[in-house]
């Protein structure tokens, strides 16, 4: 898997160099992996974030392994289906929120691992439940919050074994 880039989409009020994305960097770099980490500050139109992202992946050498948090988790799941994807790993995705419940992505055929805290008042628990229900995708509820900040560690030891999984074609 050496060859696949990990591309980072973080959530709609952090940035592209914020805490989590840059403790998951040096995991996926300790894999020998390629890391990007896409900026969409001043986009809140989700539509938007997956053109960006998409636009990107598409000039770049795939294959991907899909990182996101929040409604990052949202690109990166509707961006799964059209570029190549070898997994994706997401934390506390924006699924089935109010009012928009019909644009929950449908992702690709892939390896997901998902991290939500019970404690999320953002992304209801069951929300993400349903989802990785629907999917197939390994999920690790956690005492945390929609930031999971109380739990950078852990959020990284679930990384570092999905990709460990991802080499070693076990996920």
Not at 89 to 116: D, H, K, N, R
Not at 117 to 145: E, F
Request: hydrophobic share 45%; charged share 15%; with cysteine.
């Amino acid at each position: 898997m050496s060859e696949a880039t990990v591309v980072f989409s973080h959530g709609l009020d952090s940035t592209p160099s914020g805490t989590k994305i840059i403790a998951m960097s040096a995991v996926a770099r300790r894999h020998e992996l390629a890391v990007e980490s896409i900026d969409y500050q001043g986009m809140s139109d989700p539509a938007q974030r997956v053109a960006k992202l998409l636009a990107w992946c598409r000039q770049a050498p795939g294959p991907f392994v899909l990182v996101g948090s929040s409604l990052g988790a949202h690109v990166s799941a509707a961006v799964s289906s059209q570029v190549p994807t070898r997994g994706m790993f997401l934390l506390a995705p924006a699924f089935y929120m109010p009012g928009y419940e019909q644009y929950t992505p449908v992702p690709s055929v892939c390896p997901i691992s998902i991290v939500q805290g019970w404690n999320d008042d953002v992304v209801l628990p069951q929300n993400v439940v349903r989802w990785a229900a629907l999917y197939k995708a390994t999920l690790q509820l956690i005492d945390s919050d929609h930031r999971l900040q109380d739990s950078i560690d852990k959020v990284c030891e679930y990384f570092d074994l999905f990709l460990t999984r991802l080499k070693s074609g076990a996920a």
